[in-house]
């Protein structure tokens, strides 16, 4: 079983930033896939960004590339989201998912993931 713990929401305005982190359980984080993907009000969860097990190998929507970045200190069993240059439209709940299959290739379909953590919450203003 693997818990996962988001924190780092809050209110911003547009163009600020925020760091999301998620704190991982167990002794083996550093096996699993790890990604962020987010649920917009009234919309379904989308993938917003994955890195692989030791942080070598990223990917990203292309709504958030270059905005955004995906990290990992496998040492803290954590993995972040930097969030930057925010916009009103990246206003959702943050859910930061473990892929704990094994493989090599980054998932980006929500039912590819094992565990999920509680989410929280994003919104930026205009």
């Known amino acids: 079983q693997v818990q996962l713990v988001e924190s780092g929401g809050g209110l911003v305005q547009a163009g600020g930033s925020l760091r999301l982190s998620c704190a991982a359980s167990?002794?083996?984080?550093?096996?699993?896939?790890m990604s962020w993907f987010r649920q917009p009000p009234g919309k379904e969860r989308e993938f917003v960004a994955a890195i692989s097990r030791l942080g070598g190998t990223t990917d990203y929507a292309d709504s958030v590339k270059g905005r955004f970045t995906i990290s990992r200190d496998n040492a803290k069993n954590t993995v972040y989201l930097q969030m930057n240059s925010l916009k009103p439209e990246d206003t959702a709940v943050y859910y930061c998912?473990?892929?704990?299959?094994?493989?090599?290739?980054?998932?980006?379909?929500?039912?590819?993931?094992?565990?999920w953590g509680q989410g929280t919450q994003v919104t930026v203003s205009s």
């Open positions: 998912a473990a892929d704990v299959t094994a493989g090599w290739t980054l998932k980006s379909q929500a039912h590819e993931y094992d565990y």
């Open positions: 167990g002794r083996t984080f550093s096996s699993y896939m």
